[in-house]
């Protein structure tokens, strides 16, 4: 059964997002849905104005087959107990990405590279992860005790445990929609982790997380047929909003949030290199730490390629996926 799901989840969401894109994008083009370029970026970015942007859409539609069909699957195989974390969890993702397309939506009616502003969508964000955290609690599919990484056991955080959780479900969202930058970047690095969590769920039997796992996987394996550099195509925050959603997601299902510590050591790194600059910014008058943040941006500064900065992230992703794998129960 484990196998089906993930092979379903996989496949079904990557086919269809790729046809869904191969129509989404002169769709996008005629309504110039296109992405507008901030000029304290890079000089070379400039070239991308234009690229039609919100293609993250089909990752929310092209999950909902893959979605069903491996329902069906769990039915028949007696995997009841796996249906409803699964689609609270793939909701919560849903709905970080409609958050997502509203923000995209609104930098289109104005005409500029800003959506909603931070307050608004910092709300809604918290907004989402009470919700998921409470439906969670409520049907009893996670409780308030964490594994601890390679120490081996396992504690009660109390009511502790709460704003750990909540700093996890926007932080790491926050995070994967910083790493949305350069072509191909945030699937690539989602992917990778995607693969990490359906090992993680195939280690412990649990469908639930091999099904998500997958779905994103296939989001981001389908994406990249029409992302990778050059991009013909961005997703917009529909997409990337969407896609951390699914990652810190797979965390709650594994019933194994600090392990994003680990797996999810780039995006924590995306944040606070944003974090820092600021900082820094307001502590030295102008003065800045990097050339620019996030940080990828920091090392397109420094004269790496696209593919190079995409290539070693990705890399760099991969092989913290390993060392999390040490830090599974």
Known sequence: MDIAVFLVGFLVTAVITAVILRFLIPYLKSIKMGQ???DIGPRWHKSKEGTPTMGGVSFI??????????IFIL???GGYGY???LCVTWLMAVAYGLTGALDDRTKFAHHTNEGLTAPQKYALQFGI???????MRIFGFIDTTVWLPFIGREIDLGIFWYPIALVALTGIDNGVNLSDGIDGLCSSIA???????AAAGFRSSDPSVIAAAAIMAGACAGFLVYNWHPARVFMGDTGSLFLGGMVVGCAFLLDNILILLICGLIYIIECLSVVLQVGYFKLTHGKR???MAPIHHHFEKCGWG??????????????TCVLAWFGLR
């Open 129 to 135: 992860a009470i919700a998921y955290i409470a439906a």
């Open 36 to 38: 507008k370029i901030l």
């Open 75 to 77: 039915m028949n195989n």
């Open 191 to 197: 992917l990778a982790v995607g693969i990490f969590f």
């Open 306 to 319: 696209e593919v190079k900065v995409v290539l070693t992230f990705t890399a760099f992703t991969a092989l």
């Open 289 to 291: 730490l990097f050339k």
């Open 61 to 70: 539609i092209g999950s909902v087959p893959a979605l069903i069909a491996i």
């Open 83 to 85: 249906i409803a974390p």
